[in-house]
């Protein structure tokens, strides 16, 4: 077994994006964990494609290609992942694979001197036209209607939908955005608070300034464990990749969002009014 990080090209300029190729080798039927260098101010990651999958003999080879942006000038930059591989009744293995440093280059002229700002331009005398003020306020006032007729139909629309429908309609287009791609911080960042944002409608708490464990536990107060097991289990795998950096994979993602759909079914459930009992004549 195997794994490797290249980064290319061996030197850029601030700003620039890196090209790192991760590769791992595996057998059939082993779990691979792969733990990303964090991002920082200095060194940010920008994007990263699914993994990819091919069978050299025996083993199986994992490959996919992130772009990482420097902002360090003067200094050589390296990324160091960490992986382990672990099969079917064998212990796992693994380690940390570092990439090639990279130099980062200033945009700026070489030298300690700042350069000498541009000389300033002399003013521009422009020559006022009448028509040029009528003009200025029939566009403002074009503009407040405008405002003003889409602020009554967003406010007509916000009327009309419910939270579970707004809920509803937001999980579709996580689902449709894991279909697109693998989930990054984004898709994560969009179901933990849109989730947050539904029970704070559904149960009165304010559950966008309480912590994942407290939102649970406010669920489990009110009657409504089954509900707080299903928002648990968002929370946890959001929080997962938010905090921890935690790779997962498009069925965890996607089981997250079934698990917040369930909690909202069973949400909907308490507020609907009990069957009334069967009358029978005498």
Known sequence: MSASAAARPATVTVGDPITVAVALEAPPRSTVALTN??????????????????????????????????????RSQTLSYTYSVGGTGAPASGGVITTAPVAVRSVLPTGTASPAPAPLRPPVTRTFVPWQLAAALLAAAVVVVLFASLLRRKRASSRARTADEVFEEELRLLEASLAASAPEGPFYDWLA??????????????????????????????STDTASGDFRTVFAVCDG????????????????????REGARTLRAREEPPAEPDRKSA
């Open 37 to 74: 260098p964090p991002s920082t101010p200095l060194c940010t990651r920008l994007a990263v494609t699914p993994w990819t999958y091919h069978r050299t003999g025996s083993l199986w080879r994992i490959e996919r290609t992130e772009t990482w942006a420097a902002f360090s000038p003067g």
């Open 193 to 222: 608070e849109i989730g947050r944002w539904y029970v704070e409608q559904k149960v009165a708490v304010p559950a966008p300034r309480l912590t994942s464990s407290e939102i649970v536990a406010a669920l489990a107060d009110r």
């Open 241 to 260: 990749y938010r905090f921890a950096r935690k790779e997962h994979r498009r069925d965890q993602a996607a089981a997250a969002i079934a698990a917040a």
